[in-house]
């Protein structure tokens, strides 16, 4: 009888040394991968912002291009035509001195 409750007791030791093992390896486990994870999310944006940047750059100086050359000098809403108007209607109504 002392030989089952040896192997009984000795089975029993193993699953708790088991499962407190396993608690211990989940209890670090999970702080590691947060961890990794977060460095490899870091490290993916800076590569991508590294790629990104060049075409983003470009995009928006040639956003801002159009737009300038827009409503400088675009026929309906542009400045230019609104100042070369205003420019001709007081030439045009100035004395001339000849």
Do not use: C, H
């Not at 093992?21 to 490899?40: M, R």
């Amino acid at each position: 009888m002392s030989k089952v409750a040896v192997k009984a007791s000795s089975k029993v030791a193993v699953k708790s040394g088991t499962s407190i093992v396993l608690s211990t390896t989940a209890k670090l486990a999970d702080p590691l991968f947060a961890i990794g994870f977060l460095v490899w999310d870091v490290w993916d944006y800076s590569k991508m912002v590294e790629k990104s940047r060049p075409t983003l750059r470009k995009n928006i100086f040639d956003y801002l291009t159009e737009l300038k050359n827009y409503t400088l000098d675009d026929s309906t809403v542009g400045i230019v035509p609104a100042l070369e108007e205003i420019e001709a209607q007081i030439i045009k109504k100035l004395p001339s001195y000849s």
